[in-house]
Nanobody, 115 residues
């Protein structure tokens, strides 16, 4: 059974940092074959793509220079390092793994940036 589990969310003050993890298990194909996306959804807003780790890495303009994405294929884990967090980064963050054979989602982890 496929599982994607996000962790690392929480409450942080503006300017602080968090590192989110996305751990995968039970995938039918090698983890390295999947593009991993981090999405977020704030209350009342549409889900938006924040970062992508595939053949290339891509970032939402508003997080460029603050967020980085990395993956450890040996551990089937992808990390989203978030620095200089702003209140507008508050959202539920979701991990998504996709390749030509499948599309999987995690349950999300809440990130709240507030003083």
């Amino acid at each position: 059974q496929v599982h994607l589990v996000e962790s690392g969310g929480g409450l942080v003050q503006p300017g602080g940092s968090l590192r989110l993890s996305c751990a995968a298990s039970g995938f039918p194909f090698p983890f390295s074959s999947y593009t991993i996306n981090w999405y977020r959804q704030a209350p009342g807003k549409e889900r938006e793509l924040v970062a992508r780790a595939g053949d290339n890495t891509n970032f939402l303009d508003s997080v460029k220079g603050r967020f980085t994405i990395s993956r450890d294929n040996a551990k089937n884990t992808v990390y989203l390092q978030m620095n200089s967090l702003k209140p507008e980064d508050t959202a539920v963050y979701y991990c998504n793994a996709v390749n030509q054979w499948g599309n999987f989602w995690g349950q999300g982890t809440q990130v709240t940036v507030s003083s």
